[in-house]
């Protein structure tokens, strides 16, 4: 007989197991269908997004930077296709597979390829990485055909900056390079991100929010293999705006053929507005090579180079002026009263005054001599003599009217101020008293006194163009077509309280300098044309040469004199202003004004028009 008792016990503990059971089945049936719910109702479509992007890609559309012409609308920087290799890691699976097949069909140097691959490493596999920039056609062609077999590689088309000239202008139209970090977190280089070129220098650098352009970018519809099957929707890029410059093309040609072989710098501008009509630095660089982002030995040897490549000498390179800084100290002396244009000084060849004595550049000297001939002939004890009658704040004075020891508001900035001495400034900078022969050093431009090329032809166009210092620009218009976002405007921040009859006799002067037999600028005499100008050597270490060197070319170049030549033509209409600076070049009259000569006669007798 079986024991009801035990039937009952395992009856109850069946059932309460089967509870137990029930609940557990009940309970992970509820957490699924939670989780289902939460799958397919709560985040339904953020899940749809994912998956939709997994077969949609966004595309980049970069802008198409605006193009740069010169005054005449030659164009001078554009833009070209460079075709451009990327590889995604995840479409390809296996990238070193992938890259063996690319290293089989173009040329491509494995050790880039090995860095490639380990910068990246660590990069979203998702996110394509450039392999090879600007492609040949005939490179573009074996990937096109081979494309089937090349899992995860695509080619992009984007628009490549393109230097038409090479070194032509260069310091003008500057360079672009990747964008910085720093730059990025800036806030100042809008709708670029990391990976865009920008302006670094120039033109490029200081219009680069009008250059650049707006980005734009597409969805695109792709297949298992990466391949692109359809757009299913595109917003266009926005090109850049253009921009015409007030360079002459023919004009900075002829200007940095001159300077070729030569360190220095040439300025041409517009005497009545301040439009820059050449503006050459020598050397010069190419901008094409920073395109491509420039590599670190050629990098190096820019920037190891003795004489400066990168330095834009026409704006920043600060020279003592020499004879060409007589115009300031005649009509400092004129205005203050202390020169007579009818006085006569006695030239000997020296000038005794201390425990020195100041040589003039002609050793027999220049006999009695008045104002005009002292200019027309650069007399350098003239000007010893009247300058030591002025003072160094009376001359300090007058420099700094007429723009030297500051900035010229030249548009695209980077200018050095040069440096105009005062008694103030020495002991400050120096903590030594200014000395009586220290301003007989400065009248004739020496001492501590510094100018640029472009303070240079702006102070020849201030003497001829009514006394005003205009500031000089580089760009004429900015924009598209007829729609410009700016447009050049002359702009005069002060006008020199100079006599008008004082000033009309230096102008006289400087014509004589150039017209005149004795004119120490003869050699840019143009038949037809009245030149005026003023020539200037510039001592760069003191030498005897009655000691030391025979003749001026046993000097070594390094210890020559720097060689100044300021001319505006024609003197009664100006029209063209022009200062050459040729470093270590010697006697200003035979080196640097025959270049501005040919400067000068190429811009008014070729039909060239202001």
Not at 102 to 110: A, E, F, G, Y
Not at 301 to 307: A, D, L, Q, T, Y
Not at 512 to 538: F, L, S
Not at 578 to 604: M, Q, R, Y
Request: aromatic share 8%; glycine share 10%; charged share 25%.
């Amino acid at each position: 007989m079986r024991d009801s008792g035990f039937d009952s016990v395992s009856v109850e503990i069946f059932s309460r197991r089967l509870k137990i059971v029930t609940l557990f089945v009940m309970a992970v049936f509820s957490i699924l269908t939670l989780r289902l719910w939460s799958l397919q109702v709560l985040n339904g479509p953020n899940y749809r997004v994912q998956s939709e992007n997994n077969r949609i890609h966004l595309q980049d559309i970069p802008p198409v930077r605006g193009m740069i012409f010169d005054r005449r609308g030659k164009l001078l920087v554009d833009n070209r296709p460079s075709y451009d290799l990327y590889i995604t890691p995840e479409e390809a699976r296996n990238v070193k597979e992938v890259m063996g097949r690319l290293l089989s069909l173009i040329d491509v140097n494995p050790e880039q390829i090995d860095n490639t691959l380990n910068s990246n490493a660590k990069m979203p596999p998702f996110k394509p990485f450039l392999i090879k920039e600007n492609m040949s056609r005939d490179e573009l062609a074996v990937i096109e055909t081979n494309l089937f077999n090349l899992n995860g590689v695509s080619i992009q088309i984007k628009p490549r900056r393109h230097y038409m000239f090479g070194k032509f202008a260069s310091h003008v139209i500057g360079y672009l390079g990747e964008i910085s970090p720093k730059e990025l977190r800036s806030g100042g280089f809008q709708n670029t991100k990391p990976g865009d070129l920008v302006g670094k220098y120039g033109v490029e650098g200081k219009w680069q929010r009008y250059l650049h352009g707006i980005r734009g970018g597409e969805q695109v519809e792709v297949d298992a293999a990466g391949r692109k099957l359809r757009v299913i929707s595109r917003k266009p890029s926005v090109p850049g705006q253009n921009i015409l410059l007030t360079i002459d093309h023919e004009l900075q040609l002829l200007a940095e053929s001159k300077l070729e072989g030569n360190t220095g710098a040439v300025v041409a501008m517009n005497p009545k507005n301040g439009e820059i009509l050449a503006l050459a630095s020598s050397p010069a660089y190419d901008p094409n090579l920073f395109i491509s982002g420039i590599d670190s030995e050629a990098w190096s040897r820019i920037i190891r180079s003795s004489n400066y490549p990168l330095q834009n000498r026409a704006i920043a390179g600060q020279y003592p002026p020499g004879s060409v800084f007589k115009i300031v100290v005649a009509l400092a002396g004129l205005e203050e009263g202390v020169i007579d244009p009818e006085e006569e000084i006695l030239c000997t060849g020296q000038f005794p005054f201390g425990n020195r004595v100041y040589r003039c550049w002609k050793k027999q000297g220049h006999g009695n001599i008045s104002l005009h001939r002292a200019i027309v002939e650069s007399c350098d004890i003239y000007f010893y003599k009247m300058g030591y009658r002025l003072g160094v704040e009376k001359i300090a004075h007058y420099a700094k009217m007429f723009g030297l020891g500051e900035s010229t508001g030249f548009d695209l900035g980077g200018e050095k101020p040069g440096l105009v001495p005062t008694r103030k400034w020495k002991l400050k900078r120096l903590g030594i008293p200014w000395q009586a022969g220290e301003t007989i050093s400065l009248s004739i431009g020496q001492s501590f006194l510094l100018v640029t090329p472009l303070q240079m032809a702006s102070l020849i166009s201030t003497v001829f163009n009514g006394g005003h210092l205009y500031r000089p620009k580089v760009v004429k218009w900015i924009g598209k077509g007829k729609e410009k976002v700016y447009e050049f405007r002359r702009t005069s921040d002060r006008r020199v309280d100079i006599s008008p009859d004082n000033m009309a006799l230096i102008k006289e002067a400087l014509v004589g300098v150039v017209n005149e037999e004795r004119g120490t600028g003869k050699r840019a005499r143009i038949r037809g044309v009245r030149v005026a100008g003023k020539t200037g050597t510039a001592q760069v270490v003191k030498l005897d040469l009655d000691k030391k060197y025979e003749s001026e070319e046993d000097i070594p170049v390094e210890f020559r004199d720097h060689s100044w030549f300021v001319a505006i033509a024609p003197a009664e209409d100006p029209r063209i202003a022009v200062a050459v600076l040729i470093e270590h070049g010697g006697h200003g009259g035979a080196t640097a004004a025959p270049i501005a000569k040919d400067l000068i006669e190429a811009f008014l007798l070729r039909g060239h028009k202001t």
